[in-house]
């Protein structure tokens, strides 16, 4: 087993020990994904510092204890469409992707271009985009020509709950989001049902701001 193999383990076993991780869909994700292939070189030895880190423009990958976090939140299962806003470097929806596996589908947006591209030579470089389709655009809009979806989860804070979003989700379908100012959010559960929305919070976060028609100009 290589270190950065080792430094995996040992960051899986802290996030179970610390309550991050519960299920054993989520523990097999973490341990399977290499956050170090998501990474620009230079940051490779980091890759298992519980700490989010730049992956360049501006952006950063969030820390590993975060993305535990939404994809327990996010209820998910084999099978599933997924909708991700804020592709980054592509490692949170390779996690999600392994979560859903066999037969899901994760949909990430993504409006900086080169971090499209970056996102999308990860995930070919790791074998995960079979399983994720990358879309350079305005993620506060959605992406309306896969709709609806059973899963969206929002990897950037948005100043309220973009409108298309919702109107993207399946009945029944679960939304995650980190709603508030420009860096410091709270992370929210929207569930969309037959007669409208319920909502949960779930503690507060910072992430990058939300750019778009419905998000922070």
């Known amino acids: 087993m290589t ?14 020990r610390r309550g991050y991780i519960v299920s054993p869909q989520v523990e097999k994700a973490m341990r399977t994904v ?3 292939e998501f990474l620009p070189r230079d940051l490779r030895d980091e890759a298992y510092i519980d700490t989010p ?6 952006q950063t990958i969030s820390a590993p204890h975060m993305v535990a976090i939404m994809v327990e939140k996010l209820d998910l ?9 804020g592709a980054g470097s592509g490692y949170h ?29 990860n995930l070919r470089r790791t074998g995960y985009d079979r399983m994720v389709s990358v ?3 305005d993620g506060s809009k959605g992406l309306p020509e896969h709709a609806p979806y059973d899963r969206i989860f929002v990897a950037c804070g948005a100043p309220d709950i973009p409108q298309p979003l919702v109107d993207q989700l399946k009945v029944d379908g679960e939304m995650l989001i980190p709603v508030g100012e420009r860096y410091c959010q709270d992370l929210i559960k929207v569930v969309r049902r037959k007669g409208g929305i319920t909502k949960e919070n779930h503690g507060g976060c910072v992430f990058v701001p939300l750019v778009g028609e419905h998000g922070y100009r």
């Open 93 to 121: 929806a390779a996690v999600v992707a392994e979560a859903i596996s066999p037969g899901g589908h994760v949909y990430t947006m993504e409006r900086l271009p080169s971090l499209a591209e970056f996102a999308q030579d």
């Open 3 to 16: 270190d950065l193999s080792n430094a995996r383990e040992r960051l899986v076993a802290s996030l179970l």
């Open 135 to 137: 879309i350079v655009g």
């Open 77 to 85: 299962a084999s099978g599933l469409d997924v909708l991700e806003i």
């Open 34 to 36: 290499p956050r170090e």
């Open 53 to 58: 880190l730049p992956i360049g423009d501006g």
